[in-house]
T-cell receptor, first 109, second 116 residues
Framework: GIQVEQSPPDLILQEGANSTLRCNFSDSVNNLQWFHQNPWGQLINLFYIPSGTKQNGRLSATTVATERYSLLYISSSQTTDSGVYFC???????????FGAGTQVVVTP | GAGVSQSPSNKVTEKGKDVELRCDPISGHTALYWYRQRLGQGLEFLIYFQGNSAPDKSGLPSDRFSAERTGESVSTLTIQRTQQEDSAVYLC??????????????FGPGTRLTVT
């Protein structure tokens, strides 16, 4: 099945710093989403981005489907950005989403 | 409803008992998904329902696990003869879907299952 790798596995940032999270996938995909899992366990949609670039406030994402990767940019990080960021793709078959292992982000004041 | 809801929020059960977990998707969402998340790990796909099509059950880990969905409404995930390794958070998501496949998933808060 499709493999999804996220990097880095852990990231410690000082408030105000910028960062880039990466998601590599092993085959072509139909859909790609980025999620933020907050410290209470709730998964929050960030981007639905099978291709192209999107921006939402301090966050933006780019997916280059032909090169099988997606990037999530966090600018001017805040402590509320702490949590785990997951990338999920469906490529093997529609609806069968494969999640990466996540990037654990800690933003310190 | 406003979002995906799941019940119960927490369930503690004894090894060997059966449990039933419920998911109410966003109204109008034809696609529904179940995932399992063990402590400190990522999400594992369990099953995907889309409209009246046969569900994709390829992620169910054993025949002790089953799921049903009533039309495009509520879904139940049943675990029979629970084992300690079934302890995890079970997450449900729903989405719209079209000819090109499913769209953006929205997740419920999850059910935390503890098997003692």
């Amino acid at each position: 099945g499709i493999q999804v790798e996220q990097s880095p596995p852990d990231l410690i940032l000082q408030e105000g710093a910028n960062s880039t999270l990466r998601c590599n996938f092993s085959d072509s995909v139909n859909n790609l989403q980025w999620f933020h899992q907050n410290p209470w366990g709730q998964l929050i949609n960030l981007f639905y981005i099978p291709s192209g670039t999107k921006q939402n406030g301090r966050l933006s994402a780019t997916t280059v489907a032909t090169e099988r990767y997606s990037l999530l940019y966090i600018s001017s990080s805040q402590t509320t950005d702490s949590g785990v960021y997951f990338c999920a793709v469906d490529g093997d078959s529609w609806g069968k989403f494969q999640f990466g292992a996540g990037t654990q982000v800690v933003v310190t004041p | 409803g406003a979002g995906v809801s799941q019940s119960p929020s927490n369930k503690v059960t004894e090894k060997g008992k059966d449990v039933e977990l419920r998911c109410d998707p966003i109204s109008g969402h034809t696609a529904l998904y179940w995932y399992r998340q063990r402590l400190g790990q990522g999400l594992e796909f369990l099953i995907y329902f889309q409209g009246n099509s046969a569900p994709d059950k390829s992620g169910l880990p054993s025949d002790r696990f089953s799921a049903e969905r009533t039309g495009e409404s509520v879904s139940t995930l049943t675990i029979q003869r629970t084992q300690q390794e079934d302890s995890a958070v079970y997450l449900c998501a729903s989405s719209l879907a079209g000819a090109g496949g499913p769209y953006e998933q929205y997740f419920g808060p999850g059910t935390r299952l503890t098997v003692t």
